[in-house]
T-cell receptor, first 113, second 112 residues
Framework: QKEVEQNSGPLSVPEGAIASLNCTYSDRGSQSFFWYRQYSGKSPELIMSIYSNGDKEDGRFTAQLNKASQYVSLLIRDSQPSDSATYLCAVNGLTDSWGKFQFGAGTQVVVTP | KAGVTQTPRYLIKTRGQQVTLSCSPISGHRSVSWYQQTPGQGLQFLFEYFSETQRNKGNFPGRFSGRQFSNSRSEMNVSTLELGDSALYLC???????????FGPGTRLTVT
């Protein structure tokens, strides 16, 4: 069982619609959670961080965390073609391993005009 | 503030050789992590350094090693290169580790 799991996609989203990405993790000791965006041929770029249960909004992005269910999600509102990328979920703070990040395989998002 | 820098950006080596990659973190950041990214395995954690000490290590063979200097700059070394070591090697820095990490542009290593 992978420690951080994401649907690989591709997730096809019409321009202007909401893209919904999910991520589940296996270690209940995980403390902090992150979403990165990676364009093809580029390095990951931090979009959001979330540390406590609930929602966190930043512009068109909303991260949601539910530690009891061990999932974290990312919503992208008003999706634009420039949002087409791979989105990586990262989890930190695995038991006894603070500072050791685990990444999901990523979800490819394709926004169609 | 300048971002994370990595040198070199591209590298071609032959099997059996060794290679050293360099990473300069964002000013003030004391934690540096290294990752290997391949199409098949995704982004895999190699190790993390904080205040010149390796604090965490991933599941890679001993051929992969690293170090961090007093100015927080870090190097990673891969000895006895294998074809499977061909990958994008990414460095990420954060203030104290465990929080928000910022990635450098990466070093693309090709082993022939």
């Amino acid at each position: 069982q992978k420690e951080v799991e994401q649907n690989s996609g591709p997730l096809s989203v019409p321009e202007g619609a909401i893209a919904s990405l999910n991520c589940t993790y296996s270690d209940r000791g995980s403390q902090s959670f992150f979403w990165y965006r990676q364009y093809s041929g580029k390095s990951p770029e931090l979009i959001m961080s979330i540390y406590s249960n609930g929602d966190k909004e930043d512009g068109r992005f909303t991260a949601q965390l539910n530690k009891a269910s061990q999932y974290v999600s990312l919503l992208i509102r008003d999706s634009q073609p420039s949002d087409s990328a791979t989105y990586l979920c990262a989890v930190n703070g695995l038991t006894d391993s603070w500072g050791k990040f685990q990444f999901g395989a990523g979800t490819q998002v394709v926004v169609t005009p | 503030k300048a971002g994370v820098t990595q040198t070199p950006r591209y590298l071609i080596k032959t099997r059996g050789q060794q290679v050293t990659l360099s990473c300069s973190p964002i000013s003030g950041h004391r934690s540096v992590s290294w990752y290997q990214q391949t199409p098949g395995q995704g982004l895999q954690f190699l190790f993390e350094y904080f205040s010149e000490t390796q604090r965490n290590k991933g599941n890679f063979p001993g051929r992969f090693s690293g170090r961090q200097f007093s100015n927080s700059r870090s190097e990673m070394n891969v000895s006895t290169l294998e074809l499977g070591d061909s990958a994008l090697y990414l460095c990420a820095s954060s203030l104290v580790g465990g929080g928000e990490q910022y990635f450098g542009p990466g070093t693309r290593l090709t082993v022939t």
